[in-house]
C-alpha cells in the first residue's frame, strides 16, 4: 500500500494531522471537494487564538486548547503567519457578574493558562481608556492570527515533505480492504485509492462522510447543529486593542469585540440554531449586538454596525443542551482499525489545530 494516510478535508485540522504526519515521514494525500483549501468553517471565524479559560477542566477543548496555542506562538513567527498577542479582557459590567470572573479566572488557571490577573474597573481602564466595567480579567496570552495565512503555511509544509492535496476530489466512500481502507474519490477524475488509515477532518460534513464508510456504527455518530454566527463590522476607529468579552452567563450568546490585523473592529459572532447552511448575515440579529457592546461601550453610535459575515458552527449539542467536548474517535469507539474521525470542531479548533494534529499522529502511534 502506497499511502499512509488519507485525509479528509482540507480545512484547518485536515491540514495540521497532514502535516504533521507528513514532517513525520508518512506518505500523505489530503483529499478536498472544493478547488481550494480552507473554504469550510476554517474561513469563517473569529482568528481569535484562545488562551483556554473557557474550556471544562481536563476536556480535549481545554487541553488541546492550551498546548494549540503553545504551538501557535512557536509556528507563526518561524513560518511568517500574521498574527498578533493583543492580550484580552474578560469584563464584568455589573457587581452580580464578579463571581462569573472569579470563577473563570479559577477554571483558566486550573487549565494551566499563563499570566491571568483579575482587573478592578480602573486597571481596566489603564488598559483600555474606553472601557466601562467594574471588574475585568486580563489574558495576555489571547491573540488574533491570519486563518488562510496558517493554512498556506500548513499547506507549504506538505508539499515539502513530499505530500499532496487533491482540490476537487470528493470523499465519497470508504470500505477495509487487506491492512487498510480503500476509498472512493469523486469529482472530474474519479479514481479509487488505498491507504492504511484514513482521517475524517470534514468539519460540517464529518457525519455525512462518517455515515458513507461501511461498518461505521450508526450510533456512533454525534447527531449535527448547526450553530450559526452572524458578525458585524464598527465605520470608524477601532475603540480597544484588545479583545474584549463578557463575563459567561447562562445563554450567553457568546458575543465578542475584536480589531483584526488590518485595525478594523467586529462584533460577533452570536448563536443562532439554523437549518441550513445560510450564510447571509441576520440583519434583524443588530439591536443584540447594539445591547451587547454598550454594556462595556456606552459610547457607540446608532448607525454605526453593518452586516459583516456569518460563519456556522458544527455543534454538536442543540438549544438548551450542555456544550460538550470534541469527539476525536478511533478504534475504541468505532471499532474500525486505521480510522480516525473528529466531529464537532467547533471553536476552539482553529487555536487548537496543531494540538489535534498532534493529538491524531499520537492516537495513530497508539495503534488506532
Ligand atoms: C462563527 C465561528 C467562530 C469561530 N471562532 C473561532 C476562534 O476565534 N478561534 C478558534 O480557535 N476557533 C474558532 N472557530 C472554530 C474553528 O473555525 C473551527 O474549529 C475550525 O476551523 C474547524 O476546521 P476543520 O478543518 O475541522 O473544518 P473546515 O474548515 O470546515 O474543513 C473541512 C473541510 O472538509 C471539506 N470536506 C467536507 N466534506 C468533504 C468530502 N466529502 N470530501 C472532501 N472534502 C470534504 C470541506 O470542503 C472543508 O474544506 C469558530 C467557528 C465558527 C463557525
Known amino acids: 500500500m502506497d499511502l499512509d494516510a488519507l485525509i479528509v478535508g482540507a480545512g484547518v485540522v485536515g491540514l495540521a494531522c497532514a502535516r504533521t504526519l507528513a514532517t513525520a515521514g508518512r506518505a500523505v494525500v489530503v483529499l478536498e471537494q472544493e478547488t481550494r483549501i480552507g473554504q469550510g468553517v476554517s474561513s469563517r471565524n473569529s482568528e481569535v487564538i484562545h488562551a483556554g479559560l473557557h474550556y471544562a477542566p481536563g476536556s480535549l477543548k481545554a487541553r488541546l486548547c492550551v498546548a494549540g496555542r503553545r504551538a501557535l506562538y ?4 518561524e513560518r511568517g503567519v500574521a498574527h498578533a498577542r493583543c492580550g484580552k479582557l474578560v469584563v464584568a459590567t455589573r457587581e452580580d457578574e464578579i463571581g462569573a470572573l472569579e470563577a473563570l479566572l479559577a477554571r483558566g488557571t486550573e487549565n494551566g493558562v499563563e499570566g491571568l490577573r483579575m482587573l478592578s474597573g480602573e486597571e481596566a481602564q489603564a488598559l483600555e481608556p474606553e472601557i466601562v466595567c467594574v471588574a475585568a480579567i486580563h489574558s495576555p496570552e489571547s491573540g ?3 486563518a488562510h495565512g496558517l493554512m498556506l503555511a500548513l499547506e507549504g509544509e506538505i508539499a515539502d515533505a513530499g505530500g499532496a492535496i487533491a482540490l476537487g476530489a470528493p470523499f465519497e466512500s470508504a470500505a477495509r480492504e487487506g491492512e487498510g481502507w480503500r476509498v472512493r474519490v469523486g469529482g472530474d477524475a474519479p479514481t479509487t485509492l488505498a491507504a492504511r488509515t484514513l482521517i475524517i477532518a470534514a468539519g460540517l460534513d464529518a457525519q455525512a462522510c462518517a455515515r458513507s464508510i461501511e461498518g461505521f456504527p450508526a450510533a456512533r455518530i454525534p447527531p449535527l447543529h448547526y450553530g450559526k454566527g452572524n458578525y458585524f463590522v464598527l465605520s470608524g476607529a477601532a475603540p480597544f486593542q484588545m479583545l474584549i468579552y463578557p463575563a459567561p452567563a447562562p445563554g450567553s450568546l457568546g458575543l465578542h469585540y475584536k ?10 459572532p452570536d448563536l443562532e440554531f439554523v ?12 439591536p443584540l449586538f447594539y445591547d451587547f457592546a454598550r454594556r462595556f461601550w456606552p459610547a457607540l453610535k446608532d448607525g454605526a454596525l453593518s452586516p459583516d459575515y456569518a460563519g456556522i458552527r458544527p455543534k454538536l449539542h442543540g438549544p438548551g443542551e450542555p456544550q460538550g467536548d470534541f469527539h476525536i474517535l478511533g478504534p475504541q469507539t468505532h471499532g474500525l482499525e486505521g480510522l480516525i474521525a473528529l466531529f464537532g470542531i467547533e471553536s476552539p479548533g482553529l487555536t487548537c489545530s496543531l494540538a ?3 493529538h491524531v499522529a499520537a492516537m495513530l502511534e497508539d495503534g488506532a
Open 144 to 146: 488574533i492570527l491570519e
Open 275 to 286: 437549518a441550513t447552511e445560510d450564510y447571509a448575515v441576520n440583519e434583524a440579529r443588530a
Open 356 to 358: 489535534i494534529g498532534a
Open 74 to 77: 512557536d509556528y507563526m513567527p
Open 259 to 268: 480589531r483584526d490585523l488590518g485595525g478594523r473592529a467586529h462584533f460577533g
